[in-house]
């Protein structure tokens, strides 16, 4: 692959030389304001994730739980808005070396324009979109955009889809494939569940990922014990609610906040080397 793909294939060949599941954090630009997301995003990377996503805050998500919907919140009270998500982008992948993801809903995108937006996060240094809600049928005008400017394109699948379904949507996606480990939202839970490695068995099937496409779990992974469960059965382990929480657990305490999600990171990272 050319463009920053590059970057996101580079991480999982480094991880999987390594023995061990990449670890994906999630955090969505503009919480609690942009500056201090890019300093804690940062302090993910330092605290030992390899690839971080950062979320475009939507008022109307689907698949994010109350956690991530707060800091959606917050973000979008402080006015918020697409440039500062390239922005954040681009300083975070900057600062790292990292590759960094757009994780956004597809009103946004359609709205300031697939080519433009594809344009945009290429040039802030971005690696891909993760795009939950634009059906694969539809992904057409994204996806020659995101082709053209060397981006991946991740798609979701979950417990439900069924054996063709995972077949066409992992054959129109790159980078890898976001697998939902339950039918749910976000947010932190006490045990991952079965149907995650049911999923990422029956993912693994396709034509895509036996040629070499990962495959990452997300949803209700929060902490190194789950880490280490899923790192178990995926190549890479995506987590986003618990790293919201330790920000909102620290207030205005901004250090402390930093402090935390560095260190949560680290617990992470242990127990995908733990669980590999």
């Known amino acids: 692959m050319t463009g920053n793909i590059a970057r996101l294939d580079a991480v999982f060949a480094a991880a999987r ?18 500056d201090t997301g890019v300093r804690a995003m940062t302090a993910m990377v330092e605290g030992g994730c390899d690839a971080i996503e950062v ?5 109307d998500p689907v698949l994010d739980g109350p956690v991530i919907q707060t800091a959606d919140d917050i973000a979008l009270r402080g006015g918020l808005r697409i440039k500062d998500v390239v922005r954040t982008v681009g300083e975070v992948q900057a600062a790292t070396g990292a590759p960094v993801l757009c994780m956004t809903y597809w009103n946004p995108v359609d709205r300031y324009g697939p080519e433009r ?53 992992t054959a129109a996606g790159s980078g890898f494939v976001y697998a939902a480990s339950l039918m ?22 396709t034509e895509a990922v036996r040629a070499g ?43 402390a906040g930093l402090a935390g999600v560095r260190a949560l990171a680290g617990e992470l990272a242990e127990g995908v080397r733990r669980g590999a």
Not at 17 to 34: I, K, N, Q, T
Not at 55 to 59: A, M, R, V
Not at 148 to 159: D, E, Q, R, S
Not at 228 to 249: C, K, N, P, Y
Request: charged share 20%; with cysteine.
């Open 184 to 205: 749910g939202v976000t947010g932190t839970r006490e045990s991952v569940g079965r149907e995650a490695k049911d999923l990422v068995r029956r993912t693994r099937a």
């Open 55 to 59: 979320g475009l805050p939507h008022s």
């Open 117 to 169: 937006f594809a344009e945009d996060l290429a040039a802030a240094g971005g690696a891909g979109g993760i795009l939950p809600d634009l059906p694969v049928e539809e992904s057409g005008p994204w996806r020659q955009a995101a082709d053209k400017h060397g981006l991946a394109t991740v798609f979701v699948v979950a417990p439900s889809s069924r054996e063709q379904r995972l077949a066409t949507i």
């Open 17 to 34: 030389a390594e023995g061990r599941a990449a670890l994906v954090g999630y955090l969505p630009a503009g919480f609690p304001d942009v």
């Open 213 to 255: 496409l990962p495959v990452c779990v997300g949803l209700g992974v929060s902490t190194a014990e789950h880490a280490a469960e899923v790192a178990g059965f995926a190549d890479g382990v995506i987590v986003g609610s618990a790293f919201v929480q330790r920000l909102l657990a620290a207030g205005d305490d901004v250090e």
